[in-house]
């Protein structure tokens, strides 16, 4: 298969560290804490932060 | 830290960790790492102003991508700074705190973070991705069959389409299979596995393997193997880490 150009590769490496650090991990209550409808809002900065990646539909599917 | 500061935690260390090992890794807005510790156990934590991250800010902040990406940026580095170096727990994106009091107040009432802890010591996640290219299994199927029939008739015209039905239905049985197949071949060289939502539509497979440190060639052979198997068929393999083990952090079944 042909080998995607180095943006579109930063990009899917980039899916893959957010996907992780966003929704893997021990979720623990802080005292800031993000609301749900703060986690909401995460997916609005990934969407301006993802704006090209065509799948970012899937992520806030999760 | 200051009134107008918070802490903002990373992840969990057990509290013997050698403070030396986030020596020199910068965390959010470049401020210096430190252990915070408790029982047992201590959290990775650095200062952040309040300006950025009180309830209010933190709203704004979410929704610009600059800012999103620069903070899980340093989110992972400071965590990957452990990796093969201590063993860490990770923490989701955004536990912050008025202060080391309330981080060793949260510590002491999660026992079950140390347990969680030893259970990843001496591991390593690694992600394995299987990406399909469908046109060059189409044609190394429609070769395979070496089906031609005279152009322009009716019937070929009808045998062509139900030809590429039975392509579509041939592409998807084999991306099945074939995820099926990688996974397991993986999953015998891990000591836990995990198969993610695939993040495109050629992705077959998107999985996080946890391994023990002195594994990760079985690994990475396990790969060259399936690579070796599947590529005449348009499957390309992608090995990613070793990561912090995010995928393995939460409780059981989860991800």
Known sequence: MSSPSPALQQQVTLVELVDRVLNKGVALTGDITLSVAGVDLVYVGLRVLLASVSTLEQLDAE | ?255
């Open chain 2, 1 to 255: 830290m200051t009134a107008a500061d918070a802490l903002y935690v990373y992840g969990v260390v057990r509290s013997d960790t050698p403070a030396d090992v986030f020596a020199g890794v910068e965390g959010m807005d470049d401020g210096p790492v430190r252990l915070v510790g408790a029982d047992g156990v201590a959290a990775i934590a650095s200062s952040v102003p309040l300006a950025e991250f009180d309830t209010d800010a933190l709203e704004l902040n979410l929704k610009d991508g600059a800012w999103l990406e620069q903070k899980v940026q340093a989110h992972n580095r400071v965590l990957a700074a452990a990796v093969r170096k201590a063993t860490v727990l990770p923490l989701r994106f955004g536990a912050i705190y008025h202060g080391e009091d309330h981080v060793r107040t949260m510590l002491g009432e999660r026992p079950e973070l140390e347990a969680q802890l030893a259970r990843l010591d001496g591991l390593l996640e690694f992600g394995v991705k299987g990406l399909l290219d469908p046109e060059a299994l189409r044609t190394r199927l429609e070769e395979s069959r070496g089906v031609e029939a005279d152009e322009g008739s009716g019937r070929a015209y009808m045998l062509r389409k139900g030809l590429a039905r039975e392509l579509d239905e041939e592409v998807r049985a084999f991306a099945a299979t074939c995820a099926e197949a990688s996974h397991e071949r993986l999953a015998a060289v891990a000591v836990d596995a995990r198969v993610n939502r695939a993040q495109s539509p050629e992705m077959l497979l998107n999985g996080a393997y946890l391994v023990e440190a002195g594994c990760d060639d079985e690994l990475r052979r396990a790969v060259e193997e399936l690579d070796k198997q599947f590529r005449s068929d348009g499957v390309a393999y992608e090995l990613t880490g070793p990561w912090p083990p995010y995928n393995f952090a939460g409780e059981e079944s989860e991800g």
